[in-house]
């Protein structure tokens, strides 16, 4: 194996949910393994939380934390944004850029291709997390952001999917046949400290959702079966939501519209060890996903977890994936709750099934190893074609030496 100490520049625009997990714990575990790192984000949109945790890691980047003016969509800042990235980026010779979600990942490569052309070696790496395959390729930001996800793949060494459903959507909406780069499917991975029961308040809800404040995440769904729930059940659960978004003041309209005002709070962001404790059984309805961290997190805690049959979640649950319940089914959502509400002995029994599954298949160490790997084979690679270059030059070089 190639095992030289690389130069790792990671990309991305936001550092905010599960991507900038998955890329701060990339990060974190390579400077482990020996490399070189450096980190390069928005300057306009990172929450106090974030730049708590990247200062904590900034002393650790030799190749230090950038940040520059990233709009979500395409902007004329942009262009003064990329001069000032290479600028940066040309003294420090990196070995690879990985970029993260759709801007990290257009930065990534676009940068990466503006290095080579300068003589600088430099490999681009690809994590999509989602991005550019959320959106409709029938609606007119669909066409704009998969077109350019097109014209990038041509600057892309190597794509890094966090599950089949990814790689599938890509697939289906860029492409994967002719000249594409190589992949490789690398699914989330956690700490081993995470994988511990977490203990809950005296006082908690029955249901917990922890997550973003959107419709995406299926909160409004959640909210009107808690409603079915007190029209019709006995029972009178309550529910903790824990999170920020910018749907937040229409779920709150929709509690109070519907009288929950005494069985619902929000309780804005936490950490994860604060959350966790507030419900006994965590709902995360979501309409869409990719891998999330979330799902991650609440069955490494040994949470009982309903959940919806989206993105990767089905890899996540393995052979337990028959658990999950139908997307946007308000219905099914009740039902699955009623059930779990019934049968504590069971969602506990499944739970600490899901926890051990875990425990063997998703690992933040072999993640890092898995993805680090697909650095070393393409420098390797240019190694390998250089040194054998200078082989072929050599019998020449004797024959001068030899007629002079």
Known sequence: MFTSKLKIIHFIRAPIGGAFRHMLDLAT??????????????????????????????????????????????????????????????????????????????????????????????????????????????????????????????????????????????????????????HKIVHNGLLQAEFKRTEINK??????????????????????????????????????????????????????????????????????????????IAVIPSRAEALPYVVLELLAAQKPLITTRVGGIPEIFGEHSDALIPPDDQQELVNAISWALAHSEDQTQLSQQLQNHLKTNFTLAQMAQDITHLYHPLLGANEELTNASQRAQQPCLHSKNKLN
Not at 41 to 65: E, G, M, V
Not at 231 to 255: C, W, Y
Request: net charge positive.
């Open 203 to 280: 006082d908690a809800a029955e249901l917990l959702f922890i997550g973003e404040l959107r419709q995406l995440k299926g909160v409004d769904l959640l909210i009107n079966a808690l409603d079915d729930l007190h029209r019709t059940n006995k029972s009178k659960p309550k529910l903790a939501i824990v999170g920020e978004g910018p749907d937040r003041l229409l779920f709150e309209q929709m509690v109070n519209a519907s009288g929950l005002q005494d069985s619902v709070r929000f309780y804005g962001h936490l950490p994860l060890e604060q959350a966790l404790p507030l419900g006994k």
């Open 29 to 182: 575990e390579q400077i482990g393994m020996g490399h070189e790192l450096g980190i390069i984000c928005a300057s306009n949109d990172i929450s106090p939380s974030s730049l708590q945790q990247l200062n904590k890691l900034k002393p650790q980047l030799t190749l230090s934390l950038l940040t520059a003016p990233m709009a979500r969509s395409l902007s004329p800042t942009d262009i003064v944004s990329f001069y000032k990235l290479l600028r940066h980026l040309l003294p420090a010779r990196p070995d690879v850029l990985h970029g993260h979600g759709a801007k990290g990942g257009a930065w990534a490569r676009s940068i990466s291709a503006a290095l080579r052309l300068s003589g600088r070696k430099a490999q681009s790496i690809y994590s999509p997390h989602g991005g550019s395959l959320h959106y409709d390729t029938t609606t007119p930001a669909g066409k704009v952001y998969i077109t350019l996800e097109k014209l990038l793949r041509p600057l892309t060494n190597t794509i890094v999917f966090t599950s089949a459903f990814e790689k599938a959507a890509y697939q289906q909406k860029v492409g994967l046949g002719g000249n594409a780069p190589r």
